[in-house]
């Protein structure tokens, strides 16, 4: 059986056809052919109508060998939109997860097709302030970011005078970007270390720097830092931007307590293999011994 006609998956196996009624034996003897014939209609119809319930549509995966990213099964699944976002009365903040970008390729001299990582993921952070007057009618409250309570993303309330209205923020034209890689990545991860920051004395800075276009052109292009300070019971976020030159353009803060840190932890940890495609190199490996032990084809 050649690799791709071991990826699919036949939907009908996946329909249970009730089992046949039983029969008079004189009925069977006379129409089994077309009694055979009846309920194998019926059994296909049942998968072509849970086919198009479930809305999946089958590809051909073109001889790849399967590994789990996405494309490369038997189904094409949707595509999937998650984040997590923390909010402030000043800024909000989400966190995503950019996989790797993948390209195809042809072994020259066996003819294998096979995948390579042309570009790792990343963690991209996205800040905005929020909007101009900050709130519109239906809210109230004051968010204390250092009250340990954790959860309720979007339901904290900012610390000063009480306001009133439902908190609004400036996606639209205001929002700023930083892609951590997988250096920064780890570093956030491990210099966030609750032990760690529990036996120090004072907050820890990590200072961050992207300049736009490469090294060299900090007189042509905008250059991006963050600052992440850390605390045993809180951490800022600061994002700004620098227009050609030096002048700065501006800047986003949020501060999250250490509820939320841990949330951004699990997810940088959870990334950090995946961002180098390492983990769908090793399924394959893993799928692929698994068929030379059992002398699958």
Known sequence: MSSCASLFIPLASAVQCPPAPRQPLTMLARGTAAFVAARAARCAARAASASAAAGRQYVDTGGYQGTGLGGFGAARDPLTFAQATFYRAAAAMSVELIPPSLEARQNAETGEKYLKVAREGVVLLTMAPSAEGGYTEGYSGHDNVSSGSGGGFGGYQSQGPSVTGTRRYDWATRKGYFALDLLEAGTLLARSDPALLAIRDSAQPLNFYHQTGGAG?????????????????????????????????????????????????????????????????????????????????
Do not use: Q, W
């Not at 002048?247 to 995946?274: C, F, H, K, Q, W």
């Open 217 to 297: 052109k900090e007189l042509e292009l905008p250059s991006k830092s963050l600052k992440v300070t850390l605390s045993n019971d809180s951490v800022h976020f600061s994002l700004a931007t620098r227009e050609p030159g030096g002048e700065r353009a501006g800047s986003i803060t949020i501060t999250i307590n250490d509820g939320e840190m841990a949330v951004i932890r699990e997810l940088v940890r959870y990334a950090i293999p995946r961002m180098t495609g390492m983990h769908a190199a090793y399924e394959a490996k893993m799928a692929s011994s698994i068929r030379n032990a059992r002398g699958d084809p």
